[in-house]
């Protein structure tokens, strides 16, 4: 897969500092997000990895602005979404950020045909001077040429959600928030998804984060960022797995990691010509036999 754009960058920059989301439930506070800092560069395609309930689609929400963080602060480009007016935010929404929600229905208008909901995401952009393809030009780029009449319910799975990502795409945003995109999907609609998000990114420049729980799909992607128990919990860069040094000193460690090293596990950091070295600390035994 390629994720460089060409010509001129035109995605948005994506950027969190010390974001915490805590929401009430069953009459107690959990913390969704425990302060997480991530900085995306425009055009960057990220996976968004992590075991369910890690806070991975809370992220995506905070980021696409439904969502007000209970502290911390989100920079979409120039704005801090944070802070600015509902209106402003509004224009961003519809013009530059786009956020695919899981399952392709919920993204789609049932009682409008494809060619319509294309053209009802264009709406506010086309008001405010942007220029467009028409939504029989943004659909044919999907393959849908001949399903621009069809309402959602008339086409199938796959082909469903290379409509939902059409509608989201329609508006040339800078921003794309994708959760779980080809979830439910065989395998020909999922090659069908990523080769769209693959020629989204190369043409137009498009930011990408993708939620994805599938190994398959994080192995091609050239940046993962795992998050877990709210926390960024580690890297990935083209197919190499890293820690994170945090802010406050905290090394979360891969999970595969975790399962060698159990918890009370004492690690040593060693200086090196290259770095630092972690590895376990001797135990007393095994110092007196050194």
Do not use: C, W
């Not at 506070?29 to 055009?43: C, N």
């Amino acid at each position: 897969m390629t994720h460089s754009a060409t010509g001129t960058t035109r995605g948005l920059a994506v950027s969190t500092k010390d974001l915490v989301h805590i929401y009430r439930t069953e009459g107690r506070d959990v913390a969704a997000l425990s302060g997480v800092t991530l900085d995306i560069a425009p055009g960057e395609f990220v996976g968004l990895l992590g075991p369910s309930g890690a806070g991975k689609s809370t992220l995506l929400t905070l980021l696409g602005g439904l969502l007000t963080p209970s502290a911390g602060r989100i920079h979409l480009g120039a704005d801090e979404i944070t802070t600015i007016s509902a209106a402003r935010l509004d224009e961003l929404r519809a013009t530059s950020v786009s956020l695919i929600l899981q399952g392709a229905d919920r993204n789609l208008l049932p009682y409008l045909d494809l060619a319509q909901n294309v053209a009802f995401a264009q709406r506010a952009a086309r008001a405010a001077g942007k220029a467009l393809p028409t939504p029989a030009e943004v659909l044919a780029e999907f393959g849908l040429a001949d399903a621009i009449a069809d309402r959602p319910a008339d086409v199938p799975p796959g082909k469903r959600q290379l409509a939902a990502i059409a509608v989201a795409t329609a508006t040339r945003p800078g921003l794309i928030l994708a959760d779980e995109p080809t979830s439910r999907l065989d395998q020909q609609a999922v090659e069908l998804v990523l080769a769209a998000f693959d020629r989204i990114n190369a043409a137009y420049g498009t930011t990408i984060v993708l939620v994805t729980h599938d190994p398959d799909i994080t192995d091609r992607l050239p940046r993962t960022v795992t998050i877990r128990d709210g926390r960024i919990g580690g890297e990935g860069r083209s197919g190499e797995e890293y820690a994170i040094v945090t802010a406050d000193g905290f090394v979360p460690l891969p999970a595969h990691a975790l399962a060698d090293l159990p918890p009370g596990t004492l690690l040593r950091l060693h200086p090196t010509p290259e770095g630092y070295l972690l590895a376990p600390a001797a135990t007393e035994e095994e110092a007196e036999d050194g």
